[in-house]
């Protein structure tokens, strides 16, 4: 990406052979080597979209939920009445069907229809293995999201730029990403909850980003660092990831959803430290992701940036 030519090896990743290497200049992640479509496509089976549009506990479910409304209400700000939408990775179409109840013509991609099972009817749905392939027409949206979602993607820059060629002038697109130069990232390391290997193909610290989207043509405004939904659990999954005899990410596999009479994983006593842990471990990791905040450090973050006119 920036067009240097030495990467140093930082994390293994079980379960893949290969090594999340580390550009020595820009400070970008990336998996190398990048994994074949067929790899991808296994890291992604049917039960990691949740059933019949559902993914996670029922308690968690009401969250994601109303987080979501909180989240379209914030998304759509600026936007004119009527606005065109798309959502890259609109899985089951959550923030869609938030938008649509707000008035906008809301639109979405995903590459597994699976992922889109149960998903707003106000939404249009367009199935492709990237963007490019989607076939939209130029200068078509007034806003692009790419909610966690470019970490994801083989080539994240040719998809900023199909996102600029399918943006109106003056059109934004809101990118979100799990922030590599987070405070949050360099303190777990190779425990760091978002990750997220070897799903996540790329790691960006925020500068790397920024710089991404300006190669691009679109131009960065603003860069956010709070998240109510990722950065508070990603402090206490990622505590939990640096101790020993858990399982990776235990506490995030309890409270994902299961179908009908699937048993409960690990131990009783398991359960309840990891329960505990959440409990506790929350209202301070809320205060965690203030400062960090302030600091302007987000574990994860969102760069609203904009398609000159
Ligand atoms: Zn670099």
């Not at 994994?35 to 039960?47: C, F, G, K, L, T």
Request: one cysteine or more.
């Amino acid at each position: 990406m920036c067009e240097a030519t030495r990467a140093v090896p930082r994390f293994g990743v079980a379960g893949w052979e290969g090594r999340i290497v580390v550009c020595g200049d820009c400070g970008l992640g990336r998996s190398l080597p990048l994994p074949s479509d067929a790899e991808i496509a296994s890291w992604y089976p049917e039960a990691y979209y949740g059933d019949a549009g559902s993914k996670f506990e029922s308690i968690v479910e009401v969250m994601v939920r109303v987080v979501g409304g909180r989240h379209a209400r914030y998304l759509s700000r600026g936007l004119a009445p009527g606005a065109r939408v798309l959502d890259v990775g609109c899985g089951r179409g959550v923030l869609l069907g938030a938008l649509a109840d707000r008035g906008f013509e809301v639109h979405g991609l995903e590459r597994d229809p699976a992922a889109t099972r149960g998903v707003d009817p106000r939404a249009r749905i367009r199935i492709a293995p990237d963007l490019a392939s989607a076939g939209y027409p130029a200068a078509h949206f007034d806003q692009v999201i790419v909610w966690h979602v470019l970490e994801h993607l083989s080539d994240p820059g040719g998809t900023l730029a199909e996102v600029r060629r399918i943006l109106r002038p003056g059109g934004r697109v809101v990118v979100a990403v799990p922030n590599f130069s987070s405070l949050q990232a360099r303190w777990a390391g190779a425990s760091w909850f978002h990750l997220d290997a070897p799903r996540h193909l790329y790691h960006f610290p925020l500068p790397a980003l920024e710089r991404l989207l300006r190669r691009a043509g679109l131009v960065p405004r603003s860069a956010h660092h709070f998240s109510l939904r990722q950065n508070p659990f990603g402090w206490v999954q990622s505590a939990l990831n640096r101790r020993a005899g858990l399982p990776r990410n235990a506490l995030y596999v309890l409270l994902h959803g299961r179908g009908a009479g699937e048993p409960l994983p690990y131990d009783a006593r398991t359960r309840r430290r990891l329960r505990l842990a959440y409990l506790l471990g929350m209202p301070l990791a809320l205060g965690l992701s203030v400062v960090t905040t302030l600091l302007r450090s987000g574990a994860t973050v969102h760069v609203v940036a904009e398609l000159e006119r």
